[in-house]
């Protein structure tokens, strides 16, 4: 997956549907203050995500979530300890998503 | 549920299963390294696993680590702050689990 | 489960966490607003409710969209049929939940 | 994802396994019988089958239940409300499939 | 859980459920068939069942499958080893369902 | 998929993460035990796998149970008797999982 094409058409469609419906123009809001900095740092926040990105077994979660843990400074051996946390809670089914999450930190030179 | 007796009970049935296959010692010993302080801090660790039980809505999870997010530290905002991200990542569907966070942060006398 | 004993602990906790971050109160009015009548009416928002209740295997949420749908005039065969559409979508797994679903309908003297 | 291609190819695989195993006739018969018109009329079955899928996470589901949620007459907005339903109950882990039901239904003229 | 109560509750609410709608039976009949003795012998098929309980953490059926196992005489060794199928495959998360499943099999003197 | 391909890559990609983190040759190994022969032999041990892989929908286990139980000696009967188990226990979501298992027998032709 083209990382660059993978965003611009996650905006896209993001855009879509907060056109369409504003339910999902609150929904992302609401998204985005769980995620924003407060007693639990925004860098921890994204590790969270990730670990439950992995768990869940959303490839596009992964994906949106390595990129902020990054923006918030999170280093390779977090972003591994986090994915290894969704694949203990989660199990071996969770395999497929870590293998995604570890080829995704390849491509962008994280590995 | 009284904690003490979950605890005892939750002790006692990981002793049976470790007792009858060698399997429940190894899995277990591997999530406590998952779980253990590393590049990401044992207290961040524990709020992932509350922010995964409230996700997967695993009430005996949700017991297991509030309990240790306490033992490492954790404030009654960081709690609160990792059941969110559960419930905004898993939806409606969590909220029972989500109460029964809460139930126990209020038997726990933390809020 | 006693019915009236269930929504007062389910309505005191949604309190506590309302009280505790204004998270709860924010999400449970975009909850309410999405299962506002609209195109689709609100009496099929609930069936769709419950539908997605048993798929999903949550007890509490069961409860609280089969008492919605009765108070919206939905008949018995509309929560039968609603109850099947999560059975067949989610397979054997989901029983003790349809099981849970029609005690709670016998219990209130709708079966 | 092209609809036709999709649509053929559900088709002949669908066929295949009715033809290795009368099982999977008979499940098939049970999932349109339980979808068929009834207390609950079809149309709104289809809206409960967007919902479900979208809550589930099931693309193949998504693209399958749009289009039977149109041949029943259920305009935009009813596909909107049904996959907000599953978006709400399911969380922001749907996101990526609410995103895909958005792209189809652009795909389709619809939106 | 007492299995007797367990049995009894289970077979009044399926019969409920049957004698409301003719899908219950169907299904039940179609989930008999699938679980019968075929190219793979009944007492793997219901060892498969546990794992599947397992993984799928549905506690009724666990308690379910146990006895059909036994039923199908399946040893002590071979319940631990469906059960810890379960665990590798869903993770950490089955733990509360596989302490279950042990204290099931406890009860029944198995272990 | 190709099936060569798709064993190069994961192979490739398991590679990767033994590299980055001893974490996942534990847990890798700990999954080689589980489902090495034992009381129940492997050939039972990859259809619970392959049983497993269907109900949660996960296409890559699949692929990869598939292969070891026809490298076990599982008939084709088996492979879909074990198919069955999973669609039956995880319902009409676990459809597109069942269709994919289904094309990939027919390319590696069992069916």
Chains 1, 2, 3, 4, 5, 6 share one sequence.
Do not use: W
């Not at 740092?41 to 768990?55: D, H, M, Q, R, T």
């Not at 992964?62 to 902020?68: A, E, P, T």
């Not at 591994?80 to 930190?105: D, H, Q, W």
């Amino acid at each position: 997956m083209n990382i660059n094409e993978f965003n611009q058409r996650r905006n896209e469609l993001n855009r879509l549907m907060q056109e369409n419906d504003a339910f999902f123009q609150q929904f992302g809001d609401l998204d985005d203050e769980v995620y924003s900095d407060g007693a639990i740092p925004k860098k921890y926040k994204e590790l969270i995500g990730l670990a439950i990105s992995v768990l869940s077994r959303c490839e596009d979660c992964v994906l949106y979530h390595i990129q902020n843990c990054i923006t918030e400074g999170a280093t390779k051996i977090e972003l591994v300890e986090a994915t290894k946390l969704g694949v203990i809670g989660g199990g071996s089914i969770t395999y497929p998503t870590a293998r995604f999450a570890f080829n995704m930190m390849k491509d962008m030179n994280i590995l």
